[in-house]
């Protein structure tokens, strides 16, 4: 018996089935074409909850003399939050020592222990270290740049007999003042509502702290207190 062999459509009929196929495969072609996936986009990794006591700690402060506000703790790694740590050091208490490699301050407590604050620190060409103590300290001071600050950013020329005290002010709501014996370092601890550049070498010297730590700070600190910056 003979295979039975499909027959192929005579004339027009059979030009209609080669014309489906081809568009059949024309189509499946273009669907392959766009049908290639986008790149994925990258998820950041989701924050972890702001801890209770950091937002308590970082709130408005409207008891201020210029009112301030709470601190965006999005913008803060939350290694950077005021806290006591184990410190154990050769320093007395109330030494203010600054550690410009980690980006911390720390005020020596008794028993090994030390209030660790995150800091931001002078940028390239404005480091310093050694040993100096606090002079003194001022509430809400006026900030008056050095003549070479001003030659350097030429902006600051309206400071220069001083800038008032106020929330925008460059050394914020406190300030500590830095000398080696007799003599002005020029260098300070003060606040900043910037909060980005705590972890960062930003300044021009100066250590910078965010309001609500060096307010804290300045509570703590004695005249007199000595400071090392280490190298």
Known sequence: ?????????????????????????????????????????????ARPPIPDHAA???GPMPEEEFPIPAVDLNELDPRYYRQVVNYPTLEEPGTVVVDPSNRFLYHVEDGGKAVRYGVGIGKAGFEWSG????AYGRKWPVWT?????????????????GQPPGI????????????????????????????????????????????????????????????????
């Open 131 to 134: 040993r100096a103590h606090v």
């Open 1 to 45: 018996m003979t295979p039975t062999s499909i027959p192929t459509p005579p004339g027009p009929c059979r030009r209609v089935v080669l014309a489906s196929i081809g568009s059949v495969l024309a189509l499946a072609m273009a669907g392959c074409a766009t049908t290639q996936l986008a790149p994925p986009v990258p998820i950041e990794p």
């Open 168 to 231: 925008d002010n460059a050394l914020g709501a406190r300030a500590l003042y830095i000398h080696q014996g007799n003599r002005d370092t020029l260098y300070r601890l003060h606040g900043t509502g910037e909060v980005r550049t705590i972890g960062k070498a930003v300044s021009s010297g100066c250590v910078r702290l965010l309001h609500h730590d060096i307010i804290d700070l300045y509570d703590r600190v004695q005249t007199g207190s000595a400071l090392v910056v280490l190298s």
């Open 56 to 58: 308590l700690m970082y």
């Open 145 to 161: 740049p050095p003549s070479a600050m001003i030659e350097r950013q030429p902006t600051l020329e309206k400071w220069r007999h």
